[in-house]
């Protein structure tokens, strides 16, 4: 049996949660939504909405966080971009895969057109998601070229929508195929700090609806999409699928998935939580830093390393570690609303951005996001290390019900004010009751 069939039957097949799989699907699917019903109030979700909504008619579903529905294809497209957009979204570290984000933006919409669901359908098919995006993400043996996020939570979410929605099990090869025939998004948005990172969010969770809406005419998709001589494996990253595949179904990725304490992309979390930490102990006096050095895989340089400037845009600042660290530093917080044009001028921000140095070390590992060196040299001379081996939020450092919760109540104090309570207070209910 190939490997492509081995997820193929893998998402079609019948499964029984254990209770922590259940857990963290829950947690998972909590911290998402928060974080998304924030996105969806911010100046960017904003904007974008006003093109999606001269996009076609049909079946009605939620827009997340707001008192409005669009047409299912345009309701996942705009749900995925707004949990993606603030940088709040849960990640898959080894796979370097914003697990959540297309899977459950797509599942949301899927929800609302066929009126509701049973919690366990719906927790099963977000675990089979996350599981199949995450996979992909594991089975890669290369830097990122494509934007893997949205290239494997594409197969990851149609695959989750084809089976929560019932279709027939010899149709899953045909999403899965459709699917990745739809599969785009490069890291140049990265590079550059776009605001097309999210809409790659974005169309990949629409084009998730699209397969399965496709496949439910009886279109066909190319049925080696994976391992196949144009397959993503051949076109999109090097990478070995049975790394993934020789233990599918041994252990649900969904709990191997960290929940990003700070709204800003997930390569600054170990800096800017062992800061956090050292405030916190009393080690590390804020207004005595005179310079920070970081030391770190190619991955943290590439993600996060770009240099301070003053014209910066707001997706450009949630990647740039030489803003977020004079930003906790003052704060102890990352804000979303500092993230504009006053700020990224401030006088103190800008001097001691313009001291925060990223080096890359020796890491051979082009996905690995630790360890990190973190070395604060002080007012008085002195100088002040941390090395980094557990981002705050992953499974080997969970964060504690107390910043849990301050990141709820401050995405909470983010949303619109006709956001859903549920979202909030009962995440399950939202996400399988449309009302």
Same mark, same amino acid.
């Given at each position: ?22 857990a ?31 996009? !076609? ?8 966080? %707001? ?44 929800v ?24 992909i !993400? ?16 594409? #197969? ?28 785009? !998004? ?36 190319p ?11 051949? %076109? ?36 800017? !939580?062992? #800061?956090?930490?050292? #405030? ?7 207004k ?23 014209d910066m845009?707001?997706s450009?600042?949630? %990647? ?28 103190? &921000? ?41 981002? &705050? ?16 109540? %401050? ?11 549920r ?13």
């Amino acid at each position: 049996m190939s490997a492509t069939q081995k997820i193929v039957d893998f998402a079609a097949a019948d499964h029984d949660l254990p209770d922590s799989t259940k857990a963290a699907a829950l947690r998972l699917l909590g911290d998402t939504l928060a974080g998304g019903a924030a996105g969806a109030a911010s100046e960017e979700a904003q904007s974008m909405l006003a093109a999606v909504r001269n996009w !076609g008619a049909g079946d009605e579903a939620r827009l997340l966080g %707001l008192a409005d529905s669009l047409p299912t294809p345009s309701a996942a497209w705009f749900n995925g971009f707004a949990i993606h957009c603030l940088e709040w979204d849960a990640v898959h570290e080894p796979a370097v895969v914003h697990a959540m984000s297309v899977v459950t933006a797509a599942l949301l919409a899927s929800v609302d057109r066929i009126g509701g669901c049973e919690t366990e359908q719906f927790l099963t098919a977000l675990a089979v998601g996350v599981d199949i995006a995450s996979g992909i !993400g594991v089975a890669a043996t290369g830097a990122m070229q494509f934007f893997r996020p949205a290239a494997a939570g594409i #197969i990851g979410a149609a695959l989750a929508v084809a089976r929560l929605e019932s279709m027939p099990n010899e149709k899953f090869a045909d999403v899965l195929g459709l699917a990745y025939s739809q599969a785009a !998004g490069t890291m140049q948005a990265h590079v550059e700090a776009s605001i097309a990172l999210p809409l790659q969010i974005a169309n990949a969770s629409r084009a998730a609806i699209t397969a399965v809406d496709l496949a439910k005419t009886g279109m066909d998709g190319p049925h080696d999409a994976l391992e196949g001589p144009f397959g993503y494996f051949k %076109l999109f990253e090097p990478g070995d699928l049975t790394r993934y595949t020789d233990s599918i179904g041994g252990g649900w990725l969904i709990e191997q998935v960290s929940i990003k304490p700070f709204p800003s992309g997930r390569a600054s979390h170990g800096i800017l !939580g062992a #800061i956090d930490d050292m #405030i916190r102990d009393g080690s590390l006096d804020p207004k005595m830093v005179e310079s920070v050095d970081v030391a770190a895989p190619p991955l943290i340089h590439r993600l996060v390393g770009r240099p301070y400037k003053s014209d910066m845009t707001p997706s450009y600042a949630r %990647l740039c570690l030489a803003f977020l660290v004079p930003l906790m530093l003052r704060d102890r917080i990352i804000d979303p609303r500092c993230f504009h044009a006053q700020e990224f001028a401030n006088t103190d &921000l800008v001097t001691l951005g313009k001291q925060v140095t990223v080096r890359i070390d020796d890491n051979p590992d082009h996905n690995a996001l630790a360890p990190q060196m973190l070395s604060i040299t002080l007012a008085d001379g002195s100088t002040v290390e941390r090395m980094i081996t557990d981002n &705050l939020g992953s499974p080997t450092a969970p964060m504690s019900e107390a910043q849990t919760q301050s990141k709820r109540n %401050l995405a909470r104090s983010l949303a619109s004010e006709n956001c859903d309570p549920r979202i909030f207070d009962e995440p399950l209910a939202y996400a399988t009751e449309p009302q």
